[in-house]
DNA sequence: TTAATTCCTACTAAGTCGATAGGGTTACTA
DNA sequence: TAGTAACCCTATCGACTTAGTAGGAATTAA
């Protein structure tokens, strides 16, 4: 039930962009790699689904790169991991391949509330939080030795 | 980043349990089967976990099958997800196989706190609700308890 | 002893994850 | 206008997980 690396790779990402790119200077995909520790040829793939998701923007050639499109204050992380989990990248409820036959009716409805709420619990969790309050918390952790395990 | 069909299926059987089984009256693995829609041999497997999980009890034998171990207001829907989806069953944040080498530390620790943030909500929304609950909603839904065997 | 039932181990087809490979396309610079 | 640096696209791959299936051993009531 976890989300899969793509998803940190892409925050990670977009937080590089909020921190070390702006609209006059681009991040190169091979810095952000080195950055965030991400494998650059799998994190082209991620920019290329935030790009496509409206989140980030990108120029060609010799001096190209990469960089956010919307201030960082209206990028949640919700947001972020959608653009690379798909629509439904929020999603938590289990999915039936094959439809059930003689599934108890009032059951199953009981079931579909009780995911509807986790869902609602997940992603405003994820939503409540903006690339901004990343970076701030980036910034003033900065420096500090980090005792957490 | 969806729970595995096992939890629907774990959550539907304890619901049926909770709804056809008592101390006196054990519900037997294919009567649940059939019931809740789940593949016999497969709900097998299902039930064991929940019983190695201590929220179910069996007795074997001829006239063998299952009951809940413990009073349904004392089962929450987390417990039953945790017991087959494993320890870390309501966790969120993704893995790194490898160990990341150059991951930016400050970046990796605000998402350290955003996923635990995340993983306390989804937790917090599905260990809310027991199967007492649950079995209230379905009672209520269909408007006529069902007697079915 | 026989029938019914739970319990255990192993196997498998299909799908997902986390990359890697190999180029194609675009645009800046000299 | 040639070279080159960067983004962009498709395909492939090994490891792992999911959703079952198969076959039988152990246990108990009748």
Chains 1, 2 share one sequence.
Request: proline share 5%; glycine share 10%; charged share 25%.
């Amino acid at each position: 039930m976890r989300f899969s690396l793509k998803s940190e790779y892409a925050l990670l990402a977009s937080l590089d962009l909020a921190l070390h790119a702006s609209a006059s200077k681009l991040a190169r995909t091979s810095d952000v790699a080195r950055r965030t520790g991400a494998p650059a040829k799998f994190l082209e793939t991620v920019l290329g689904q935030l790009r496509r998701a409206g989140l980030v923007e990108s120029e060609r050639g010799s001096r190209g790169g990469h960089r956010l499109a919307l201030a960082p204050s209206r990028i949640g992380a919700g947001d972020v991991v959608r653009a690379v989990e798909g629509p439904d990248g929020v999603a938590v409820r289990p999915v039936r391949r094959r439809p059930a036959p003689g599934a108890a009716a009032g059951s199953v409805r009981a079931l579909h509330h009780l995911w509807t709420e986790a869902e609602r619990a997940l992603a405003a969790s994820l939503d409540g939080v903006s690339l901004e309050d990343l970076t701030r918390r980036v910034q003033e952790s900065s420096g500090v030795p980090d005792f957490s395990i």
